[in-house]
């Protein structure tokens, strides 16, 4: 997989200020089932890489921890036909959909747990469980969610929750 590549294709077949929507689809959500199993007849997932958000519990158990929300935004904050469309088309497949008129937020509060709990979980082998469970573990998160904070803040993001609320998250 070249992303240079990809890019200047990308460029190439798109018409003036036209878009690429990146979706990140559950392999194990009916959605991710249906395009995997079709998947050979389509040329437009063809290729895709499908993922599940899973932790193994013990060998041969596999546990699905991933959500079935979706959290959509136009970057300006309008609420456009085009997002209110996927929206539609994400709840008659059975999944959970918001729009939000700050997805950009949204996003930062995303990535500070994911900038945090990552690599200590990476690093440790920890679940965020256990990880929430580890006052030391924990004191680490927070730390790193605070700069992330403070780099978001920089940035112009506005953050809505607590640093609580999002560990609960």
């Keep these: 997989a070249d992303p240079g590549a990809m890019l200047r294709e990308a460029a190439r077949v798109l018409r003036p200020r036209g878009l690429i929507v990146v979706g990140f689809i559950d392999r194990e959500s009916p959605l991710g089932r249906e395009y995997l199993a079709h998947r050979s007849e389509n040329v437009f997932y063809r290729h895709a890489t499908f993922f599940a958000a899973a932790e193994v519990g013990a060998p041969g158990l596999i546990r699905h921890t991933g959500g079935r929300g979706f959290i959509l935004g136009e970057p300006d904050g309008v609420m456009s036909p085009r997002l209110a469309a996927l929206r539609d088309l994400l709840v008659g497949a059975g999944l ?3 729009l939000s008129a700050h997805i950009r937020d949204d996003i930062w509060t995303k990535l500070i747990g994911n900038l ?15 990880i929430n469970a580890n006052p030391a573990l ?3 998160i927070r730390t790193m969610m605070v ?3 403070a780099v978001g803040e920089a940035y112009g993001a506005r953050f809505t929750v607590t ?3 999002r560990f609960a998250m």
């Design 96 to 98: 959970d959909a918001t």
């Design 116 to 130: 945090s709990y990552n690599p200590v979980a990476a690093l440790t082998g920890a679940r965020m469980d256990e």
């Design 138 to 140: 924990l004191a680490l």
């Design 147 to 149: 700069e992330a904070v």
């Design 163 to 165: 640093l609580e609320e």
